[in-house]
Nanobody, 124 residues
Framework: QVQLVESGGGLVQPGGSLRLSCAVS????????RGWYRQAPGKQRELVAT??????????NYADSVKGRFTISRDFAKNTVYLQMNSLTPEDTAVYYC???????????????WGQGTQVTVSS
């Protein structure tokens, strides 16, 4: 099965930085995209950032609320996707979930796979 394990969350002061990591393992035929989502208390899960597998560098997409502050990247050798978060604010407090859209068998549809989530708390 496909497994995603997030790490790097924790408590940070406003203006601080964190880098989240997501290690992907399992029998995967291909990956269409990787991404990070978050869910704040009392709110629905929302997209934070995604990166596609096309080209040499891929294509990124960010939520308006994190543009210029967050950066998503990938390391193929380590099968890991990262989310660098800078200039954090209390509004960034949420559980962050790693996501991959992948297929495990050729000619099948892509499915979404999720990590268990890692808590990010921004507070003074």
């Amino acid at each position: 099965q496909v497994q995603l394990v997030e790490s790097g969350g924790g408590l940070v002061q406003p203006g601080g930085s964190l880098r989240l990591s997501c290690a992907v393992s399992g029998s995967i035929f291909s990956i269409n995209s990787r991404g990070w989502y978050r869910q704040a208390p009392g709110k629905q899960r929302e997209l934070v950032a995604t990166i596609t597998t096309d080209g040499s560098d891929g294509s990124t997409n960010y939520a308006d609320s994190v543009k210029g502050r967050f950066t998503i990247s990938r390391d193929f050798a380590k099968n890991t996707v990262y989310l660098q978060m800078n200039s954090l604010t209390p509004e960034d407090t949420a559980v962050y979930y790693c996501n991959v859209r992948a297929r495990i068998i050729r000619w099948t549809t892509y499915n979404d796979y999720w990590g268990q989530g890692t808590q990010v708390t921004v507070s003074s």
